[in-house]
């Protein structure tokens, strides 16, 4: 289930306007805001959603507080990434446009190595995910981590993906991932990683971002070996000869 391969990467014209007008006595008025389901407590404070089921996700997203522990030893809770959302005022919208190639995704755009969203700039809900609120939760965690650059205004890498599904693994614990005893700071690892989950397109990215670079352990294969303190069977090592 590769839910994101690669609609962030690209930089699309989009231009969507959408006029909603509705006149009660010769003045517009805003829509209603969204019903949320009964015994579900919302912030005071929400987000412009205008979906319901996409409200709910982000409801049920503020509400999460466990922490998540990252690769510099901070943590991130489900409620810092929701509020970052409503912080930065960042849209939420079905991809009805396919404007993702049938993933989830924010558009990003680069100038001379320089990237970042634009003001205004949704993020891309994919439309298989409608009614799995589970799966709701879990996008817009790994599109808001992005959305929040951790590593700069730079191009996505194979660590920030890594980290992105870690995040909605921490919200979701989806069957389909699988974290083993991968270390992403070693780019065997990394790699096979990507292998292991199915996500080979994601090896046309670079490995990491510039400030991870001092942190990675590049191994000496011929003292250590490449897969070291993985099991054989991750490495295709184990199989009878």
């Known amino acids: 289930m590769n ?6 990467l ?6 969507a306007t959408t006029w909603a007008s509705v006149f009660l006595s010769g003045a517009a008025t805003a829509p209603a805001a969204p019903q949320l389901p009964a015994g579900l407590a ?3 404070k929400l987000p412009a959603i205008q979906d319901a089921s996409l409200l709910e996700a982000w ?10 522990r990252l690769w510099d030893g901070s943590s991130l809770t489900g409620r810092r990434l929701a509020d970052y959302l409503l912080d930065h005022g960042i849209p939420v919208a079905w991809d009805t446009g396919n404007v993702c190639g049938g993933g989830s995704c924010s558009i990003k755009h680069c100038n ?8 205004g700039q949704p993020i891309f809900v994919r439309i298989g995910e409608r009614g799995d609120m589970p799966a709701l ?13 951790p590593f700069g205004p730079v191009l996505d890498t194979r660590f920030e993906e890594y980290w992105a599904f870690r995040v909605e693994y921490g919200i979701t614990p989806e069957r389909w991932l699988t974290f083993g005893a991968y270390d992403p700071l070693e780019p065997e690892h990394l790699n096979l990683w990507l292998r292991d989950n199915g996500f080979e397109p994601y090896f046309q990215l670079p490995e990491y971002p510039a400030s991870i670079e001092p942190l ?5 294969a011929a003292h250590h070996g490449s897969f070291e303190g993985l099991p054989a069977a991750a490495t295709g090592q184990g199989a009878a000869e």
């Open 59 to 68: 409801v049920r997203l503020h509400d999460r507080q466990d922490a998540i």
């Open 42 to 44: 919302a912030p005071a």
């Open 112 to 119: 001379a190595g320089t990237c970042g969203y634009s003001a």
């Open 10 to 15: 690209i930089a699309l014209p989009l231009i």
């Open 137 to 149: 939760m879990a996008t817009l965690a790994h599109e808001i981590f992005h959305r929040m650059q």
């Open 3 to 8: 839910k994101r391969l690669f609609a962030s």
């Open 216 to 220: 990675v352990n590049r191994v000496d």
